[in-house]
Every structure is written in C-alpha cells, then in structure tokens.
C-alpha cells in the first residue's frame, strides 16, 4: 500500500493500443508514475516507452512484475493472457488493473481471485463505465422510480471489424466477440439486476461465427426474476461503434447514447410517460478510464471500496461461459 496522495508506481505488461485510452493519459492527468514496460518485442517496448514517457524498459514480464519499484501492474496483454499474468502479479504481492475480461473462463478467473484473496491485493477489472457520473445518474433515477418498475434492458456493443491478425480472432488466444464486447452487455445488465429482483438468467442466443468457435456477432436474451426481459446485441463486424445502453420502464425510459465512452457523448435521455416530458441530461466528457484510475489509486493507497470486486468478475466469467453454451460454443 502507498501513502495517500503518493504516485502510483505502474508497470505495464505489453505495447499494446488500448493502454493509450485506457491508462497513459489517466495516469499522466493525475500525476502517476509509468515506471516499467515490458512487451515481446523490446522495439515495440522501447519506442513505446519512448512516446509515452515510460521510465524504462524491461526484458520480460516477470521482470516487471519482479521490479521493487512497481507497485501496481496494469494488465492490457490478449483475453488468453489476462489470467496467468494477473495471478504472476497477485502472487508477488502487486496490486493490478486488469482490462477485461478478467481470465479466460470461470475456473481461471476462480484461481485468480483465490490468489488475490491469499495476498491480500488489490485486482480490479477494468469496467471503467461503472465509475463515471453518467451511471451514478442513472443509478440515482433507478432508485428515485423515474420510470417505475423495469421491463425491457437493451444492450448495443457494436464496432468495426479488427485486421484479420488481431488476437481478438483466435480461439487459442480467448477471442470472440462475446469476449471483447459482451462481457460489458452481460456486466451491465447484471448490475441492473438490483432493481429487477436479483440476477438475469440468459434464456436464449444466435450467433454469426467468423470461424469454428469464434462468434463476430451475437444476440443474447435473458430475463430478470421480476419478469422483465433483456436483449443484447453484439458485434465485431458493425460499420460503426455503438455502445447504447436503454432501460425501459412502465412509467418511462432512460437511453444512454455512449454509457462506454460518454467521453465522445454524455447524453442521457430521460423519458417520462406519466408527465409526458423528454429531458437530455449531459454528465460530463472526462474520461471514463480517468475516473476509474482516480478510484483504484485510491483503493490502492487508503483501501477504500471499489463497485466491482472479485466475486463479480468471477461471477461476470460464469456468464461468459453460459453466454457460449447459450450460442452453442465452447467456453474459452
């Protein structure tokens, strides 16, 4: 643990693109130190750290983890890799943020989260929509009864097809567009179970598949005790990016236009059926991943509670792998 408002001493596994968005401009606004980088090809490594102003470079993984001057490693590496080197971290005593998803199914992500247990760490995966405004607005509309008692949750993931060599495609490398994209429709629609009586259980999907195993497209159904329903539409192979989020009352509905990037639009539009009104609320263009690295530091340094711990990516794995069966693959 570091003391409060000390910098996090970050170590990152892989050059990877999303680490740009996801934890190099967050950590650079909030004054974090990027200490060590660490990829397959040192090149890569080095003109990385180069660009971004990482203070060095390492020959491997381990060695980032190894370093005594890396407290917190920030885990970016393809789906397949997430839980070997997010269990590499916790068992050398280091705190770790996680991109999605958390392993590659429910028994690694089990092991992992055991480990973590054990060492007393902190993990975090990184499902940074939970900790920007726009949710806790909807949150605050979703207990005040603004559109009654839910009965409909539909889920847009959608995006433009990667390269044909990206990891993302491959069964060996935990790919799969339920993997890149789903794993947040299922997330989200998990956490809105709160205010539709517990859980949803998948009842139904079809899938589109890229290769044997591998789904670039999908639609999931599921249904909440209350007996409200849900839809959750997926796609590697969209022509544009779409991560809508609509929650559909008997009173009314609430639409979030980007409740993954809100960044690039923050609008929440608030439909009321008994006052007959249309209201758009805008909370905020900071980054999502800002937030959730504000968050983490301070779970890190002070120990404070964070809205998405280990029994939820665990449990977060168990629907991945039903959401598989469910469209007649296999779990990664």
């Given at each position: 643990?570091?003391?409060?408002?000390?910098?996090l001493?970050?170590g990152?596994?892989g050059?990877?693109?999303i680490?740009?968005?996801?934890?190099?401009?967050?950590?650079?606004t909030?004054?974090?130190?990027?200490?060590?980088?660490?990829?397959?090809?040192?090149?890569?490594?080095?003109?990385?750290?180069?660009?971004?102003?990482?203070?060095?470079?390492?020959?491997?993984?381990?060695?980032?983890?190894?370093?005594?001057?890396?407290?917190?490693?920030?885990?970016?590496?393809?789906?397949?890799?997430?839980?070997?080197w997010?269990?590499?971290?916790?068992?050398?005593g280091?705190?770790?943020?996680?991109?999605?998803?958390?392993?590659?199914?429910?028994?690694?992500?089990?092991?992992?989260?055991?480990?973590?247990?054990?060492?007393?760490?902190?993990?975090?995966?990184?499902?940074?929509?939970?900790?920007?405004?726009?949710?806790?607005?909807?949150?605050?509309?979703?207990?005040?009864?603004?559109?009654?008692?839910?009965?409909?949750?539909?889920?847009?993931m959608?995006?433009?097809?990667?390269?044909?060599?990206?990891?993302r495609?491959?069964?060996?490398?935990?790919?799969?567009?339920?993997?890149?994209?789903?794993?947040?429709?299922?997330?989200?629609?998990?956490?809105?179970?709160?205010?539709?009586?517990?859980?949803?259980?998948?009842?139904?999907?079809?899938?589109?598949?890229?290769?044997?195993?591998?789904?670039?497209s999908?639609?999931?159904?599921?249904?909440?005790?209350?007996?409200?329903k849900?839809?959750?539409?997926?796609?590697?192979?969209?022509?544009?990016?779409?991560?809508?989020?609509?929650?559909?009352?008997?009173e009314?509905?609430?639409?979030?236009?980007?409740?993954?990037?809100?960044?690039?639009?923050?609008?929440?539009?608030?439909?009321?059926?008994?006052?007959?009104?249309?209201?758009?609320?805008?909370?905020g263009?900071?980054?999502?991943?800002?937030?959730?690295?504000?968050?983490?530091?301070?779970?890190?340094?002070?120990?404070?509670?964070?809205?998405n711990?280990?029994?939820?990516?665990?449990?977060?794995?168990?629907?991945?792998?039903?959401?598989?069966?469910?469209?007649?693959?296999?779990?990664?």
């Open positions: 643990m570091t003391d409060a408002g000390t910098p001493r970050i990152i596994l050059a990877s693109r680490a740009e968005t996801a934890l190099i401009g967050p950590a650079q909030l004054g974090h130190r990027l200490v060590a980088v660490a990829a397959r090809d040192r090149g890569r490594a080095a003109a990385f750290a180069d660009k971004y102003g990482v203070e060095r470079v390492l020959a491997s993984y381990d060695e980032v983890i190894a370093d005594p001057e890396v407290d917190v490693i920030y885990n970016p590496l393809a789906n397949s890799l997430h839980g070997p997010n269990l590499a971290a916790v068992r050398a280091k705190a770790v943020l996680s991109e999605k998803p958390f392993a590659r199914n429910e028994f690694e992500a089990r092991e992992v989260a055991d480990a973590a247990r054990e060492a007393g760490v902190g993990i975090l995966e990184g499902f940074h929509y939970l900790f920007h405004p726009l949710m806790d607005r909807t949150f605050e509309l979703l207990d005040a009864g603004a559109i009654g008692d839910i009965r409909d949750v539909e889920v847009v959608a995006m433009p097809a990667p390269g044909d060599d990206d990891p495609w491959s069964y060996d490398l935990a790919g799969g567009a339920l993997m890149d994209l789903g794993c947040y429709s299922l997330h989200v629609s998990r956490v809105l179970g709160k205010w539709c009586g517990g859980n949803p259980e998948i009842t139904g999907g079809r899938a589109v598949l890229r290769s044997p195993q591998i789904d670039e999908c639609i999931l159904d599921v249904r909440y005790p209350n007996g409200a849900g839809t959750q539409a997926v796609s590697m192979v969209a022509g544009e990016f779409v991560f809508s989020l609509r929650i559909v009352g008997d009314g509905s609430l639409y979030l236009h980007d409740y993954l990037g809100p960044n690039r639009d923050d609008r929440l539009t608030v439909v009321s059926a008994t006052r007959g009104t249309v209201s758009v609320e805008h909370l263009t900071r980054s999502t991943y800002t937030y959730q690295l504000e968050a983490f530091a301070d779970a890190v340094r002070n120990g404070t509670s964070l809205p711990g280990l029994d939820d990516a665990v449990e977060n794995m168990r629907y991945l792998d039903d959401a598989y069966r469910a469209i007649g693959l296999d779990p990664r």
